[in-house]
Each structure stands twice: as C-alpha cells, then as structure tokens.
C-alpha cells in the first residue's frame, strides 16, 4: 500500500512500506510538523490570485507555515487561495504595498473569507475550518495587533478606569476635548445616560458634600442651551424710573414733567433742589436669587442749567420682613458724584457707586425700601440747578439660575 498525504502535506507511511528512507522520511514530517507548529516565512502576493499549494512529502510549502507575512506591491485588488481541505489556523500579516483589498479564502466555494481593507497593513488571527467540502468557511478570530505606538480600532471593548493623557482627538486626529491634571483632585464629573422619558445627566460628584459645575465661555462667548443663551447666576441690572418712586411727607423732590419739543421724548423727572435736602423712594421685594448682599446703583439725570459743578447723590435701603415694623431706620447711604453735563436736557448718568449695604438683615420674600436723596448740604454739592432725576439703575448679584 501507498503513503498518503494530510492536507499540509505530511507523508502517512504504510507499514512496511519506505524501507531504508523512513527515518529520513519521518525527519521532513518532523520538520513540517515545525513549521505548522510556529514557523514564519514570506510569500509575495504580487500575482492575482496568488495560490498556496501543498507540496506533499516536503518542506517549504507556504500554507503549511503557521505564521505568513504577505509581500510584494499590489496593483490590483489580489486574492491569495489554499485548497479546499486545509484544515488549521494563520497568523497573516499584510505586509503587501498598494493600496489595494487582500483577499484570503478556500480556492472555490461560497464560504466566507477574510478581506484587509485598502489600507489595513495589519495583522489578523484566522482559522481555516475545512467545515463543508465544498463550501469551507475562513473565519477571523477578531484580535488585531494593538501596540503602544500604534492606531488601532478598538470595538466592544471595556476599559475599566483608563489613564487619558492631555487630549482626546476625533477621527482627523484633530482635538476635541483637552484635558488638565489637578494634583490634588478630589471633584469630578459623572455621566449617566438614561431611560425613554429622561434625559442624560452630567453631575459634580466628589469628596466634597457640596460640589460646583463650572462651565467658561472663552472671552466674549455665551454659555448657551441650542441657540439661547442659558442664564448665569452673576450681577443682574434692576432699573426704577422717576415714576416708580413716590414721595416722602418730609421734603419731598419735587415730581415734574419736561418737555422737550411737542411730540418728541418728554422727560418724567424727579427734581432735587439745589440748597434743600430732598428725598424720594421705592420699594420692592427683591428677586429671590438675589444673594442678599450689598448692591451698587448708578443715577441716570439730566440738569437743568449748563453748570458743570458737582452734584451728590445718595441711597440708602432697609429690608423689612412678614411681622415686622417698617418703622425702622434705613441703613447707611452710600453716595456717588457727578459733574454737570453742560447741557439741558441731554442724559447723563454717574458712574457705578461703591457696595452699598442694606439694614434689616435682609432675607427671601422680605420688602426692602430705598431712599435716594441730594447731599445739597455738603459743601462739595455745587452744581447750581435742579438736578432732574430719571430714574436709577439698581445693581445686585444672584446665586441662582432663578427664582422659583
């Protein structure tokens, strides 16, 4: 009886057959058994298709070689075949030049292959299943080489507690997000996604029992929610007109009326009197997000001569709450001056004034009265005419989003 041969060409003597040659024989099955078990060797796929043969009873032969490293330039999209009854695994790297796909499969049959993209010079892991006898299947065992300095695609996969570097780039390696170390940290962010009916949450967690979320626009932008600006806890403006205050029984400013020219803007002013102390007030329950702090104003007027002397102006404030007496002093003013604009009639306003803060140990919900006056008494108020008052822009800093 005749030898017969494996599928990677290992010779199956037949007892008492190859008499004087069996142990050099047995020495080249050794040696291909060598070769399947980790030998590496080079076939170049410069040809479509390139065809890996079996060499029966010898060495050398390509398929029967556990590691392969394609070569060769490629002009084409190539296709490399082993027979139909190859039945093993292969390390493959494609290491042909040519952008061009490389096409590993059983010589005939409609099982399925494996395909390295126009660009993939890597490494693949595949088996040879010799499962069907005419239609084999070639199965990548989907683990890529991945190396330290390399770009790899990892898909499905888990990274417990990665260590990013300084940035995160997309798929243009450009930037899309950076990243900075804080030594110390002991707040960061948690994301979690959510079920229908919920949106995602990003939140501040930590060691800290109370944690913020700062979001920093860079220079003039504005922290927006689509294409609306989102409201910043921060200084907020409150303007109170002339006619908004009223006034006290006690020397009272005087309320007017200026008109300018017939039809155009009439001035609704309050008058401050030149040598009398003169007072005017409002009140109102402060906005809920307001920090309960101290508030600056700035005085919008408009003079009644051409003098360009000093006025002073005044305001001072107390807070009230439920139950309690509005018999109460108001706290101490805080004044700013303002030289006369030179001309009647035009708006002018003074500069921002110093924190000012309010008595009454201001609280949510309390009512908080103002009063603002002209320190005509002091020497250094010489402006010479009525000063008509506009109204007064009331400055205060909030430390919520609103005022629910």
């Not at 076939?43 to 029967?64: E, F, R």
Request: with cysteine.
């Amino acid at each position: 009886m005749a030898s017969t041969y494996t599928p990677l060409g290992v010779e199956l003597m037949a007892t008492g057959e190859n008499a004087g040659t069996w142990g050099t024989k047995t020495n080249v099955n050794l040696q291909i058994g060598e070769q399947y078990a980790g030998g590496y060797v080079e076939q170049s796929i410069a040809s479509t298709p390139t065809t890996l043969a079996v060499s029966d009873g010898s060495t050398g032969a390509t398929l029967a070689h556990r590691i392969i490293k394609f070569t060769g330039s490629i002009g084409e999209n190539t296709t490399v075949t082993i027979p139909l009854d190859v039945q093993t695994f292969y390390i493959i790297t494609n290491g042909s030049s040519g952008a061009y796909t490389v096409n590993f499969k059983y010589v005939s049959g409609s099982g399925s292959s494996i395909t390295w993209g126009t660009t993939d010079k890597g490494t693949k892991i595949v088996y040879a299943a010799a499962d069907d006898a005419t239609n084999p299947n070639i199965v990548d065992v989907g683990m890529g080489t991945v190396t330290l300095t390399g770009t790899e695609t990892l898909t499905n996969k888990t990274l417990t507690s990665p260590k990013i570097g300084t940035s995160i780039l997309d798929t243009n390696g450009l930037e899309l997000a950076l990243i900075t170390a804080t030594g110390s940290a002991v707040n960061e962010f948690t994301i979690a996604n959510a079920a229908s009916g919920a949106g995602p949450t990003l939140s501040s967690t930590g060691d800290e029992a109370n944690v913020d979320i700062n979001l920093n626009p860079k220079g003039s932008g504005v922290l927006k929610s689509g294409t609306a600006a989102v409201k910043v806890a921060g200084t907020e403006t409150m303007w109170i007109p002339a006619n908004a205050f009223y006034l006290p029984t006690t020397n009272p400013a005087d309320a007017a009326s200026v008109e300018t020219t017939a039809t155009r803007p009439e001035l609704k002013v309050l008058d401050f009197d030149a040598s009398t102390a003169q007072y005017a007030q409002f009140a109102i329950a402060m906005p809920k997000s307001w920090n309960l702090g101290t508030v600056t104003y700035q005085v919008f007027w408009s003079p009644s001569t051409t003098n360009t002397d000093n006025c002073i102006f005044g305001l001072q404030g107390v807070s009230v709450s439920e139950g309690d007496t509005a018999d109460v002093a108001f706290g101490t003013a805080v004044e700013v001056t303002d030289a006369g604009i030179g001309t009647v009639e035009d708006v002018q306003m003074t500069a921002v004034s110093s924190a000012m803060t309010i008595a009454g140990s201001p609280a949510d919900d309390d009512q908080t009265f103002f009063q603002l006056y002209r320190d005509a008494a002091d020497g250094s108020d010489t402006f010479t005419g009525e000063a008509r008052v506009l109204g007064i822009k009331l400055f205060y800093t909030t430390d919520a989003a609103n005022d629910a």
